[in-house]
Structures are given as structure tokens and as C-alpha cells.
């Protein structure tokens, strides 16, 4: 069996573990905005918040109000509905997306 020599100026494992270059500098300032802007995180609530109420909401009432009983009704109404509230999530999604892409192009000819 061979073994490896360690040579004196050669790291081992455990020394590479210890990284010291992580921490930033006395003279930088470390960024602590949160990485998800808040109002992302009101808007996936509100979507969360309306694929559990809507779909359910609109089972119970559609079952009693409307098809009178008929569980098939009601719950393909809900099944609607849920998908109604995740193609509204899309939309929201990507017009938020082509804004911020606006926005970059729109800063970037200002810049020039």
C-alpha cells in the first residue's frame, strides 16, 4: 500500500476548510437587503391566500346555491377556479418580469 507524504507548505483537508476570506473588509459595508423585494412576497401571499379560499369557497357555494347538491358541478367549478387564480399568478408574473426589463432598458439609455 502507498501513502501520500504531506508536505509542509501543502494544505491538508482540514486546512482548506478554514476559509478566511469570507468576511468582508473593515472598510466594506455588507449588503443586508433582503434578497426577495417585500412586495413579491405580498403578491405570492395573496395568490397562496386565493388558491386555498377561492377554489373551496367556490365549491361550497356553487354546491349549495347553484347546482343544488351536485357534488360533479361543484367541484369541476372549483377545478375552474383554482385554475383561473394559477393563470392570474402567471400573468402577474410575467407582466412584473417585462416591467423590470423595461426598467433596465429605459436605465440604460438614460445612461448613454
Do not use: W
Not at 14 to 37: F, G
Not at 57 to 78: P, Q
Amino acid at each position: 500500500m502507498t501513502s501520500r507524504r504531506i508536505i509542509s507548505n501543502e494544505k491538508t483537508i482540514l486546512d482548506k476548510d478554514d476559509r478566511h476570506d469570507l468576511t468582508p473588509a473593515a472598510s466594506q459595508k455588507s449588503d443586508i437587503a433582503p434578497a426577495v423585494p417585500a412586495a413579491v412576497i405580498y403578491k405570492l401571499l395573496g395568490f397562496t391566500a386565493a388558491m386555498f379560499a377561492g377554489p373551496i369557497g367556490t365549491y361550497y357555494l356553487t354546491l349549495n346555491f347553484i347546482f343544488g347538491g351536485n357534488s360533479t358541478f361543484a367541484g369541476a367549478t372549483a377545478a375552474i377556479m383554482a385554475n383561473v387564480v394559477l393563470i392570474g399568478y402567471v400573468i402577474v408574473a410575467m407582466k412584473e418580469d417585462q416591467s423590470d426589463k423595461i426598467a433596465a432598458e429605459a436605465k440604460a439609455k438614460k445612461g448613454e
